[in-house]
């Protein structure tokens, strides 16, 4: 393989936001630009991929949605290795342990119960489902008298640890499916994951039952994210922002909530609108911050675009 030549292994994507098969190319990443600056990737990733450091995988933008996502589907084998091989399996755990993304799965699971209470009686032991789970965090914290949760996982290493842990968890659908239908399914962090995202998203409106809720969790790349990481590439500087390989799709607010109801659900605003009021400051900067807030609840009354990659949705029937 000479120099910047694209894997041969690879399979061309289409739009896995609407299907169209027109890309536009956005950027070319070698692989060392966005692998020698992750902290969990093997030094030896190339030798171990059989791939060289300058291996080229490029983003795309299609030209009828506009959606961003990888152009490159690599093969099973190869980001099963990505995933098992590549990445520190020490370093993956003590990052998945992160108090920060502990608080983070934490908070989404609290909004999806915040929407869930009340909705189906008070006699109803909430089933939920962490779709993509992890190492468990939030199938750990809900478990209780009133929610069960359970945990689906395709991982080997995490699954191995979860059976170890005793949390409820399975690799096959069909586990998953019998344990259903669920009251709410959490995505955190998934949808940017899989090469299909539409189909990941009708079956979590599979298992759910009637009026399920679904909690879906993106990194947001709206255009100013996006365009600043873009800038990167063509200067050949390290980014860790864009990963063609475990990053398939780059969602915007906007996308997500798109692809969302297009999948048969009813976006649900949060209960309350957080639109930046900080009462605790004082003089010019107390005015300042109430200006801004109140150009943002502005916005939201006028029915403003999506403003996060954090979505709440209903299970239409």
Known sequence: MSANDTPPEAVRRDCPACGGADPAEVARLAAEQFCKVNSTYDADFAAILGIRPDTVYPLARCRGCGFVYAALLPPPAFLGRVYDEVIDPDRGFFESCNPGWVAHQLALGARL????????????????????????ALVRALNGPRVSCRGFETSP??????????????SELDALAAGGPYHGVVLSDVLEHVPSPRETLALCRRLLADGGLLLVHVPDFGERRLAAALADVPAGRQTRELNPWEHLNYFSPAS?????????????????????????????????NALKSALRLTRHALGAPPQETTALAERLP
């Open 157 to 170: 290493r995490r699954l191995a640890y979860l059976r170890a842990q005793q949390l409820p968890a399975s």
């Open 256 to 288: 997500l909530h798109r692809m969302i109801e297009a999948a048969g659900f009813r976006m649900l605003e949060p209960a309350a609108v957080d639109v930046g009021l900080r009462p605790g400051l004082r003089g010019g900067r107390r005015w300042g």
């Open 113 to 136: 119960l915040g929407g869930l209470a009340g909705r189906y009686g008070e006699d109803v032991r909430l089933k939920v489902l962490d779709f993509g789970c992890g190492y468990g």
